[in-house]
């Protein structure tokens, strides 16, 4: 009985047949498992067609596990497998191929698209800079989902009805001109409960807030040179347990308001200092109030250079 193939071209060979080869042949299928679970790059610069033929490696290897995509697509690209493993020819025959892929689309796309598939049939579109998990189920490529739907570090997706559990955005969020903008009619209740504020533009078009809003006071941590990022806390308290000199605040934004109330501690006689960002009336800083737990409230306003004070209280009892 002549030997044949099974799914990843592995010879199966017959008792009585190859007589002097079994070495040889048992060493392919070593090397054939070897590949089974290897690593190939291939260059995407043309449509490229992975086989497992008969009793050879081929020169882009179907029975790679782990396949990355690389090179500038210069047009329309297919990465294609055959049906089947094995010529069909006799000894041998072909066998259905059956195995998993993970492929990293590491290419440049520049408009173009990329599908892998199986020969004749339709796979799927692959997207620059996302891993997928897929495989050939004897008739095409079947993208299992997991990685063709996940946000990488690289790529632009679009989240759709995707819910965000603890976002954290690093930058300033910007609406471009060709995306869909936020505009005063779409402003409606934020919120369900009856203390939900509500925005709308007045017959000025100026931004109007139903009811009240507030920035939170935050509690500085002391030190004797006194670190102050105003985007974090824009209202701030602080108490003075030695001499305090404010350092140049962090994060300021040109025509932001800030205030800052610095509570004596309850021995008092905690001196307050300035940088030199800081412009008081008459360029002189106010004496600060030494009695144990008073305080002294401060605000200023950015000029993009200045912090100038735009008012003082003095001598205020907090508790």
């Known amino acids: 009985m002549a030997s044949n193939y099974n799914s990843l071209g592995f010879n199966l060979m017959t008792t009585g047949e190859n007589a002097g080869t079994w070495g040889t042949n048992t060493n392919l299928n070593l090397n054939y498992l070897r590949d089974t679970f ?32 690389t090179g500038t697509l210069g047009g329309t690209r297919v990465l294609d497998i055959a049906a089947t493993a094995g010529s069909g020819s006799s000894p041998g025959g072909s066998a259905s191929i059956l195995k998993p892929f993970i492929v990293f689309d590491n290419t440049t796309h520049s408009g173009d ?18 891993t997928y998990l897929c495989y050939h189920n004897g008739t095409d490529i079947i993208n299992t989902g997991l990685g063709s739907g996940d946000v990488t570090l690289t790529g632009t997706q679009t989240l759709t009805n995707k819910t965000l559990t603890s976002p954290k955005i690093n930058e300033d969020v910007v609406c471009s001109a060709t995306a ?107 004496t600060a109030t030494t009695t144990g737990d008073q305080g002294d409230l401060f605000s200023f306003r950015y000029n993009g250079a200045k912090w100038l004070e735009v008012g003082r209280t003095l001598n205020l009892t907090v508790a």
């Open 180 to 286: 869909t903008e936020l505009n005063y009619n779409d402003l409606t209740t934020l919120g369900t409960s009856a203390g939900s504020k509500v925005l709308s533009a007045d017959s000025n078009n100026l931004t109007k807030i139903t009811g009240a809003a507030y920035f939170e006071e935050d509690t500085l941590t002391f030190d004797a040179t006194q670190d102050w990022d105003v985007r974090a806390s824009p209202v701030a308290k602080v108490t003075l347990t030695a001499n305090v000199i404010f350092d140049a605040p962090s994060n300021p934004t040109t025509g932001q308001f800030i205030s800052i109330l610095c509570i004596q501690d309850a021995g008092g006689s905690n001196t307050i200092g300035w940088n030199a960002v800081f412009e008081f009336a008459a360029d002189t800083a106010p």
């Open 113 to 130: 698209t990329l599908t892998f598939k199986v020969t004749g049939a339709t796979g799927f579109a692959l997207s620059e800079g996302t």
């Open 38 to 69: 290897g690593y190939i790059s291939i260059a995407m610069t043309a449509d490229r067609t992975l086989t497992i033929p008969d009793n050879s490696t081929g020169t882009y290897d179907g029975r790679a596990f782990i396949i990355e995509l």
